[in-house]
């Protein structure tokens, strides 16, 4: 059996700084970045709000939708959050109380 998947993007705010991820385990992920547990981008640019993520039966298939999503250009990633999350809600809540 395939272990799935989640392609995310974190923001620093609405039209903000952008991050693209995959992931596993969404929930501790997206723990560590609004926490700042681990360095990197999201820590260095304040990247805490989820404001998109799809998932997926397999967790290749995640992985390739980020790759292909971190080559679109930064209109392309506004859209589809406008489209997915118009007002920019923070998921977090969706995520973390199922």
């Known amino acids: 059996m395939n272990k799935h998947g989640y392609v ?3 923001a ?3 039209n903000g700084t952008l991050y693209i991820g995959v992931s596993s385990d969404l929930v501790k992920r997206v723990y560590e970045h609004r926490n700042g547990i681990v ?3 999201t ?3 304040n990247c805490k709000l989820l404001v998109f993520f ?3 039966d397999d967790i290749r ?3 390739a939708r980020e790759k292909t999503m ?3 250009n930064r209109a392309w990633k506004l859209k589809r959050i406008f489209q997915a999350n118009p007002d920019w809600h923070d998921l977090w809540d ?3 109380n199922p």
Request: aromatic share 20%; no cysteine.
């Open 61 to 63: 298939d995640a992985i």
């Open 39 to 41: 360095d990197g981008f």
């Open 94 to 96: 969706d995520i973390s």
């Open 43 to 45: 820590k260095k640019y």
């Open 12 to 14: 620093s705010g609405l």
């Open 8 to 10: 995310y993007i974190m």
């Open 54 to 56: 799809e998932k997926y």
């Open 70 to 72: 971190k080559k679109w």
